[in-house]
């Protein structure tokens, strides 16, 4: 009797100990996931180490290349081993994920009616994965939960209805922000202009404020002693209370009249807002003021970085972006540029490992030290690209970076080659 109980101890102290491994390393798999947009912390930076500090001539090997994405400008998440995308096939936008490894399509799951537009046709946004849910905001508005393993709707709805928005220009473009139980976007109604929504089923949990939507995605961050979330509408930034949608500050410079795309990017109390149609941008401090309510108190504002459709990126002191149609170094607490450089023309970046990976809306790739002290090329390839810009934004995630061009999607293996 003795011995079988001891047996049994030993059996679960070495099944727990399987399970701590197994554990472990599940978590290191999904280490360097790129689960939203703009990455794990929607600040465009990458966590991948150990990657080429220079490509050769041709370019990074091609890993592999699969068709079937679809129209459209929805760049990627990744996580678990899945890419999610989304794209117009004939008459409906769709939700899709396809294998990292092998591009081999997993399942794909029609998302609303198509959205069509004299600049390219589909949907915009990028779909956020939570746990084992994936939530996605279509061109006509569509805001959907899906089964991340299966693509099985969880609930669905169209918030321009819901909320009495109206569609902008260009089509709904924003990746919708989930934090704890929330899951918030930009509808744009009157007194529903921003809403908090719950996760597991849709229910509203709040809504604020009457802007019409921009094309910008939010952020979430701590200031003043507040937990709140950062919005960019179509009128100016705003800074909710996460809790219930309380206005605590606002800022209008930045905005333009025609596209506010970029998002926002903040750093301790400080928040960089950039535009561009030759607006530019500002950082504010975010302050308490009087009667317990907050400031936004502008630092510098300068037209020397005017994001587009793409964000800076903050690296140590410095942001880097393209300011309209130039690669642009500049000093996040003052506004003073380091360098400017053409590079491969107007396009997007994200960062990984000490370099920014660029592309251009012409489908030209490329590698740029992130450094300060000047711009250093560190090599280009070019795509065949299609007959329309290339502005899904890239993501480096698992040793490779990925790249969409419509229909079709890339996976170049960015490690350094045996």
Known sequence: MKKSRFSTLTANVMLLF????????VAAQTTNDWPQWRGPNRDGISKEKGLMTEWPKEGPPLAWKAKGAGTGYSSMAIAGGRLFTMGLRGEREFVMAFDTATGKELWATPNGDAFRNDRGDGPRGTPTVD??????LGGNGDLTSFEAKTGKVVWTMNVLEKFGGSNITWGISESPLVIGEKILVNPGGSDASIVALNKKNGALIWKSQSDTAGYSSAIHMKAGGVDQVVFFTSKRAVGLDLKDGRLLWEYARPSNRVANAATPIARGNRVFISSDYGTGGGVVEIKAGNGGGLTAEEIYFTK?????????????????????????????DTGEIAWRDRSVGKGSIVYADGHLYCLSENGVVGLVEAT??????KGRFRLEQGSLPTWAHPVVSGGRLFIRDQDVIYAYDVRPQS
């Open 131 to 136: 746990g084992n849910h994936v939530y996605v």
């Open 372 to 377: 300060p002290e000047g711009y250093r090329e």
């Open 18 to 25: 399987v399970s701590a491994i197994l554990s472990v390393e």
């Open 304 to 332: 020397d970085m005017r994001n587009h459709h793409s964000s800076s990126i903050l690296i140590g002191d410095h942001l880097y972006g393209f300011s309209s149609a130039i690669l642009t170094a500049m000093k996040f």
